[in-house]
């Protein structure tokens, strides 16, 4: 099984602060990697997906990089509205998520 | 817009059964691979199973495969997940979530359901 680990498990941040997200793969996953979103009460939304391709109606501000085992997603100019759970979720062998990071702002 | 809407969850006995349903709406269901995926109380996110757009290829995850069983109806745009000799473990919000291809089940999820709650306890 595909280990996902994300860094840092919570991060308090402040509006229009630059936060990057970080997942390692304990295997190769390729570029097999996206990135969700998920506020209290909502459903996930699907971010970024294989590892830097933009989804549509997600602002810009949300981009993704990195392949193999090593990937990042980084919030840009950060807004009040973007306090979630934000976790990352394989698809290369079968599906495993990572245990997700909290931003408080 | 694409809509999921899950039920059937609630509390039941180990061993017990029940079955969740998936209702979708907003796109055209048998062009799309669906899933079920659950999270425990405090833990992260788990797959539990896939189905293919026409339903013909299924997989489960280890942890479930015996007991749980996925299907679909098309013509009301339904999933569903029956799910049988339930555990503590089990216990879980079920979402279920839509593939973006029929065929493809090593996919992202591109749109999910808000979850329905089992909880199994005696």
């Known amino acids: 099984e595909v280990v996902l680990t994300q860094s840092p498990n919570f991060q308090s941040v402040t509006p229009k602060e630059k936060v990057t997200i970080t997942c390692r793969a304990s295997q190769a996953v390729g570029s097999s990697l996206h990135w969700y979103q998920k506020k209290t009460d909502q459903s996930p939304k699907l971010l970024i997906k294989y590892a830097s391709q933009s989804v549509s109606g997600v602002p810009s501000r949300f981009s993704g990089s990195g392949s193999g085992t090593d990937f990042t997603l980084t919030i840009n100019s950060l807004e009040a509205e973007d306090a979630a759970v934000y976790f990352c979720h394989q698809s290369y062998d079968s599906h495993t998520f990572g245990q997700g990071t909290k931003l408080e702002i | 817009e694409v809509q999921l809407l899950e039920s059937g969850g609630g509390l039941v006995h180990p061993g017990g059964s029940l079955r969740l349903s998936c209702a979708a709406s907003?796109?055209?269901?048998?062009?799309?691979?669906m899933t079920w995926v659950r999270q425990a109380p405090g833990k992260g996110l788990e797959w539990v199973s896939s189905?293919?757009?026409?339903?013909?290829?299924?997989y489960y995850a280890d942890s479930v495969k015996g007991r749980f069983t996925i299907s679909r109806d098309s013509s009301r745009d339904t999933l569903y997940l029956q799910m049988s000799n339930l555990r503590a473990g089990d216990t879980a919000v079920y979402h279920c979530a839509r593939l973006p291809l029929e065929l493809g089940v090593l996919e992202p999820f591109d749109f999910w359901g808000n979850g329905s709650l089992v909880t199994v306890s005696s």
């Open positions: 907003g796109f055209d269901f048998s062009n799309h691979a």
């Open positions: 189905i293919s757009g026409s339903g013909g290829s299924i």
